[in-house]
């Protein structure tokens, strides 16, 4: 087989069968559709612009600490606050969350005043936020990949902004260069403005950016902003991962590595991340 050289001006050089083939070769290639961003292959990296986490549940193990305010309320109602309850509220901003527990409450809480509760509510967090909060498992880990690979991340909160100022004071040195709390939107989870909120504060496109979230409330959010979501639950009966949520056990699963990795099939993202 003749072998000559390719000339840059004219194509292949006269009588080059293999020059000829690879000029058809690439002339296919740029006829091809345009790959995007969501057609890349499982094996080929398509980094994430940007990591939006949540704060609740998922970056610190909060929900706790929440349910002891919960169980506080309705122990003022002479009632028990059951897990079924807490999982009806988990990722609900307060404006959500508060009208729903005073309806679980029933004729206990008829007279009580959504205003009144929620302040109740929002004072008692904030003496419960004081003490330092512990990260999730995995998260101290995932937020070291992230900021060594140059991924820019942000908070993106239902808490209120006292809660979420808390949290990054507890977090020396934490790489977050926006966050977002439930009481600077006008909309929360699971609508997309908080997400395409932290997206544009970060000047990103948020087709590019992968949520963290534990609730299906966030991975709504999430979905509905145009993000790629990884779901870890951290609250028992909150449900399992719908279609597109790339599942993940623990945050010890997840790195930089594994969130470039996206797969295709969307059978894929349902299942448990290792």
């Not at 909120?197 to 966030?218: F, K, Q």
């Not at 009966?237 to 719908?242: C, I, K, M, P």
Request: overall charge negative.
């Amino acid at each position: 087989m003749t072998t000559k050289a390719w000339d840059r001006g004219t194509g292949p050089a006269a009588g080059s069968t293999t020059s000829v083939l690879s000029y058809a070769w690439w002339r296919g290639l740029l006829r091809r559709p345009r790959v995007t961003f969501d057609a890349l292959p499982p094996d080929v990296p398509t980094p994430p612009a940007a990591v939006l986490w949540d704060m609740d549940g998922l970056l610190v193990d909060s929900e706790p600490i929440w349910t002891v305010a919960e169980r506080e309320l309705f122990a003022r109602w002479d009632l028990e606050f059951t897990p079924v309850m807490k999982a009806a509220i988990v990722g609900n901003r307060m404006d959500v969350a508060v009208p729903t527990m005073i309806s679980l409450a029933g004729p206990a809480a008829r007279d009580a005043d959504v205003g009144e509760v929620s302040a109740w509510l929002l004072a008692r967090m904030t003496e419960l936020f004081a003490e330092k909060i512990p990260l999730r498992p995995g998260a101290r880990a995932l937020l070291d990949d992230l900021r060594t690979a140059g991924v820019p991340q942000a908070l993106v909160s239902s808490s209120y902004r006292v809660l979420v100022d808390a949290v990054l004071a507890g977090i020396p040195g934490h790489p977050f260069a926006a966050s977002v709390a439930g009481d600077e939107v006008a909309h929360g989870k699971p609508d997309p403005e908080p997400y395409l909120t932290a997206a544009r504060n970060l000047d990103v496109d948020p087709t590019t950016c992968v949520v963290l979230e534990d609730t299906p409330t966030g991975c709504r959010a999430g979905i509905a902003a145009g993000c790629r979501v990884v779901y870890s639950p951290s609250v028992a009966g909150t449900g399992a991962a719908e279609p597109g949520w790339r599942a993940a056990g623990s945050l010890e699963a997840v790195s930089y590595r594994w969130l470039s990795a996206w797969p295709v099939d969307p059978s894929e993202t349902s299942r448990a991340g290792g």
